[in-house]
């Protein structure tokens, strides 16, 4: 029977494996990079050329998708007057993280893979590995800010202390200052950038059997992954917890006063601000989604649990950076103020009618409160 092209491919490729036995995944790697090469990957035969050209050509799709939808989100919202919110300085400050980190790592990914190796020497692996690192740092901490703006808009409602914008460009200053401390450690001795098993990509070293290099990674990820997931599971908690009392109070109320429906403007706006705290729950998710594989390959690595293969690091590489394709995607489809904006500038990508104005992603000044019962 006949498969087709592409596993007629695999399965010459197969054979050649087999009566080259002696090679390895690391013999393309330039001989100034060996000594960043673990041992362990010297007992894998090389991957199918096949693999590197799919990864290539997906890194690229995704890399011109991220920069793209990010750019026009940066300035979409950077020139639309009534975008120009403190809490969407947030917005802006994930879009630009995840634009850099496609304009960073995506080029020379795709290099490399057309390589089959790293080729742009010890140095650009250092910097890739801190570009990855940073950047993905830096998104997960926005998020979670965002995250928490929402808990203060609508857990807090009236009682709330409105973000100002010298209030959100520290937080922003804060979180870039904090993600640098964590991609810097690893250039002074906590941990270091490596070659990956697929040789395509760098990241941190998981496989040194050092505690001194293993406890990196184990406080990394209680910082950069952990609390964030523990802090925005808290807000969105509170968050639900406050809109089902609203919405009870709110049923409650208009059963008493014999009517369908008490939703009001105020009510409508509130309403809105609670799907759009569902779209920035759905965006976090997504960013856990793509980099829990990552984290998984360097946990395996540490403890020893699962061997890891070259092929499998390919997809903690691919996971991790579709994760700056979801935002922009996201944003557009729920954002009404921002699809307005983007009609206004850009008609031809309107497959629609311009959605009606609305509140905004991550700010927002309704607050969500019960109604009182009539007398």
């Known amino acids: 029977m006949d498969f087709g092209p592409g596993v007629a491919a695999l399965q010459a490729w197969g054979g050649q494996v087999a009566t080259y036995s002696n090679q390895t995944v690391v013999d393309k790697v330039p001989s100034d990079m060996l000594h960043m090469v673990d041992p362990h990957w010297y007992q894998f035969p090389p991957m199918n050329p096949l693999w590197h050209s799919l990864l290539g050509f997906t890194i690229g799709v995704l890399g011109f998708i991220s920069m793209a939808g990010n750019g026009m989100v940066v300035y979409i919202f950077m020139t639309t007057k009534t975008l120009k919110t403190p809490s969407n300085l947030l ?55 965002i995250a928490f703006d929402r808990y203060n808009v609508i857990v807090k409602g009236i009682a709330a202390k409105p973000m100002t914008n010298n209030g959100a460009l520290l937080r922003i200053f804060g979180i870039w200052a904090f993600s640098l401390i964590w991609t810097l450690a690893p250039l002074f001795g906590w941990n270091r950038y490596v070659p990956e098993g697929n040789m395509t990509a760098c990241g941190t070293d998981y496989l040194n059997k050092e505690w001194l290099s293993r406890s990196y990674i184990l406080v990394y990820s209680v910082f950069v992954y952990f609390m964030p997931l523990v802090l925005i599971i808290y807000s969105y908690y509170f968050i639900v917890q406050a809109v089902t009392a609203h919405e ?34 759905m965006t976090i998710s997504l960013w856990f989604m793509a980099w ?19 092929l499998a690091t ?62």
Not at 293 to 304: K, M, T
Request: with cysteine.
């Open 292 to 310: 829990t594989p990552y984290l998984i390959i360097n946990y395996a690595g540490i403890f020893e649990s699962m061997p890891i293969s070259p």
């Open 314 to 375: 390919i997809w903690g590489s691919l996971f991790a950076k579709a994760n700056a394709v979801y935002n922009p995607i996201v944003y557009g489809i729920s954002h009404p103020r921002y699809q307005k904006a983007l009609y206004a500038r850009f008609p031809a990508l309107a497959c629609t009618a311009p959605a009606d104005d609305g509140a905004s992603v991550a700010s927002a000044i309704t607050a969500v409160s019960e109604e009182k019962p009539a007398a």
């Open 248 to 281: 009870k109070a709110m049923r409650e109320q208009a059963k008493k006063m014999n009517v369908a429906s008490l939703r009001s403007a105020e009510a409508a706006n509130t309403s809105a601000e609670c799907k759009l705290a569902k779209v920035a729950l």
């Open 91 to 145: 917005v802006v400050n994930l879009a630009f993280s995840d634009f850099l980190m496609m304009c960073a790592m995506c080029p020379a990914m795709v290099v490399n893979c057309y390589h089959e190796t790293w080729v742009w020497g010890p140095f650009a692996c250092e910097l890739y590995g801190c570009a990855g690192s940073l950047f993905g740092c830096v998104s997960i901490w926005t998020m979670t800010m």
